[in-house]
């Protein structure tokens, strides 16, 4: 059974820092794309950023590109959103996904497994 369990959400003030991990197994995921994913009230899911199974490169969305960092370990599979200078505008529902192949891409319905999400509230 594929489980992905995300920890390290939390309340923070703006300015202040986060880090989010998403412990994945049930599967082989080295050559798994795997990504964070946000969803705000009354928003869709976006893209925040993701990295490669392979050669381990990274992507961002231009929202959150130099002030969040993603990690990948492997073994273990595990997979960790580093957060600094957080915004108000970055609250949201925090989501680790797995594709089922390595290949980069920001549409959430292109992932194949997902966590139960972990809540982040910046306060202003």
């Known amino acids: 059974q594929v489980r992905l369990v995300e920890s390290g959400g939390g309340s923070v003030q703006a300015g202040g820092s986060l880090r989010l991990s998403c412990a994945a197994s049930g599967r082989t995921f080295s050559s798994s794309y795997m990504a964070w994913f946000r969803q705000a009230p009354g928003k869709e899911r976006e893209f925040v950023a993701g990295?490669?199974?392979?050669?381990?490169?990274?992507d961002y969305a231009g929202s959150v590109q130099g002030r969040f960092t993603i990690f990948r370990d492997s073994p273990p599979n595990t997979l960790d959103l580093q957060m600094d200078s957080l915004k108000p505008e970055d609250t949201a529902v925090y989501y680790c996904?797995?594709?089922?192949?390595?290949?980069?891409?920001?549409?959430?319905?292109?992932?194949?497994?997902w966590g139960q999400g972990t809540q982040v509230t910046v306060s202003s």
């Open positions: 996904a797995a594709r089922s192949d390595d290949n980069f891409d920001t549409s959430a319905t292109s992932y194949s497994d």
């Open positions: 990295i490669e199974g392979g050669y381990g490169y990274a």
